[in-house]
């Protein structure tokens, strides 16, 4: 009679399934945050989006005055840059340690408003404005 005992092979089976189920939970991490890092940079895009098409209309209203567009959006002025600093929640910041800042720049009649986030080399979002003054 043969006597040989199956615990061997069990335990085989069950390394391999926990190895398995390892591997599989490693995958699935590794794509919720993908996921989550890909939701966070949809937000951002978003908001930069609206907040310079604010400063867009807030530039086109007040016919391509910079001085007025700073006043109107509460921003710091300097020559013919309008500066603006968010934090990470897109709410209006002081300029230190903001996480994103928006400048409306003018260049041949037009004002080029770039959004950019603290630390990043590359813009995330760039449009150009231009104001058509309105008759009296």
Request: charged share 25%.
């Amino acid at each position: 009679m043969n006597c040989r005992s199956k615990t061997g092979l069990f335990l085989i089976e069950l390394l391999m399934m926990i190895l398995l189920f390892s591997f599989s939970a490693a995958v699935c991490l590794r794509i919720f945050a993908s996921a989550k890092s890909a939701s966070s940079f949809s937000r951002d895009l978003t908001a930069a989006t609206m907040n310079a098409q604010s400063a867009a209309e807030c530039y086109k209203a007040f016919d391509g005055d910079m001085e007025r567009t700073a006043k109107g959006l509460s921003g710091k002025y300097n020559g013919d840059t309008v500066t603006l600093y968010y934090d990470e929640k897109w709410e209006r910041a002081p300029g230190d340690g903001s996480a994103f800042t928006m400048t409306l720049t003018k260049r041949d009649g037009c004002a080029v408003i770039d959004v950019e986030q603290s630390g990043k080399p590359e813009l995330l979002f760039s449009i150009t404005v231009k104001a058509v003054a309105h008759g009296d």
